[in-house]
């Protein structure tokens, strides 16, 4: 089982806040197994890239083999545990059904609706679709448990079908996070519900993602300064799209503009690992940062050069945000390489979010970074 291979760190954090926290798990990657395994080259064939946002009407699921963060839920009553991947960069919520026989449900929990007192069917099947797969079943009712709030009545799909490369990720199921505009199981997500049902005392949420295997949360009604530094700076939503988009002014090393000139469009998106961005633009700052392409296509880089490497500063809404190389290189069994990948569109994906606490203000349209600590 593959559950069985991944090693599952938490902790637990005391909440100084009104608010619901859900402790996330970076357990290891596909990547780091299947390389331990001597697997990598076999199956990365089957791992999708970024997509790319041009087709608004499929919802943008994707996987890469760097993926880790994601945290367990409760769904039904009595609950039903599930680990689901929180990601802002879609909208609905589905888990695998316990009817499911594809090979992307096998080594997942599945959803058993009639062990559920509290389910009720759904009256309209769904259907994602993404470029090289999808995922499609039927939708229900039921209550969701999110650490110790209960969100009623909750829609969410029950994957009778799913795509071949979704057997091996370490979640069983998606918790969409991005606005409800994007929905295709053409109810309310939870997030909504959330706040419709009183559970939260601010309609926004925050994620502090760890660069080490423990200590990431996702904090439900508010925001905790333990995890970040100096000020919040807020930065409104670009333009109502569905995604958490805000625009970029320019991308430089050592003030030179190395990327977006003239300005561009990025989701902030947690369901995507890396940070990715056009074809050109993404060549040139790996250029810059001497990075060469390795057998797999990535942009590999000397370990040992990391500590020369220079900060690459995002300026987004007059304000600055500088990575240095300690955030956007990434080291595993088979080397080291850049977090920035390409062609696609952009995305401030965990490389960009471990640097920078994050919050996704609904209520007021905005988003939030500060310092991480």
């Known amino acids: 089982m593959w559950s069985n291979l991944i090693e599952i760190m938490t902790v637990v954090v005391v909440c100084v806040c009104v608010c619901n926290r859900m402790t996330l798990i970076r357990g290891k990657s596909a990547r780091d197994v299947l390389e331990e395994r001597g697997l990598f080259e ?9 997509l790319t946002r041009t087709d608004q009407s499929a919802l943008p699921l994707k996987y890469d083999p760097d993926l880790t963060y994601y945290g367990v839920v409760g769904i039904g009553t009595p609950p039903q545990f599930f680990k689901v991947l929180f990601d802002t960069g879609s909208t609905d919520m589905w888990v695998p059904s316990k009817s499911c026989t594809t090979s992307g449900c096998s080594n997942h929990a599945k959803f058993n609706s009639a062990a559920s007192a509290s389910f009720r069917a759904g009256s309209h099947p769904f259907s994602i679709a993404y470029n090289t797969g999808f995922a499609a079943g039927v939708t229900g009712y039921d209550t969701i448990k999110i650490s110790d709030l209960y969100v009623e009545h909750q829609i969410f799909g029950l994957a009778e079908q799913e795509a071949e490369f979704l057997e091996f990720v370490p979640f069983d199921g998606i918790l969409g996070l991005a606005f409800s505009s994007l929905s295709h199981v053409k109810g309310r997500p939870v997030f909504y519900n959330m706040w419709a049902q009183g559970k939260i ?11 080490s295997v423990e200590g990431s949360v996702l904090i439900f009604g508010g925001t905790d300064p333990s995890y ?3 000020g919040i700076k807020w930065v409104p939503v670009h333009r109502p799209s569905g995604f958490w988009n805000v625009e970029i002014e320019s991308i430089t090393i050592n003030g030179n503009t190395v990327a977006c000139s003239g300005g561009c469009e990025a989701v902030v998106d947690s369901g995507t690992s890396a940070i990715i961005g056009n074809g050109e633009d993404i060549n040139n700052i790996n250029g810059w940062l001497g990075a060469y392409t390795d057998q797999n296509g990535e942009a590999a880089v000397s370990c040992g050069n990391t500590k020369l490497m220079p900060d690459i500063v995002f300026n987004i809404h007059r304000y600055s945000f500088s990575l240095p190389a300690s955030a956007y290189v990434t080291k595993s069994a088979s080397g080291c390489r850049t977090g920035f990948f390409g062609p696609g569109t952009w995305i401030l ?11 996704f203000d609904i209520g007021n349209n905005r988003v939030g970074f500060a310092q991480a600590v």
């Open 201 to 211: 005392t601010q309609n926004l949420f925050s994620i502090y993602l760890s660069s």
């Open 228 to 230: 970040y530094t100096g």
């Open 42 to 50: 076999k199956h990365r064939g089957k791992f999708p890239k970024l």
């Open 349 to 359: 994906g965990d490389v960009f979010m471990r640097q920078f606490y994050t919050v």
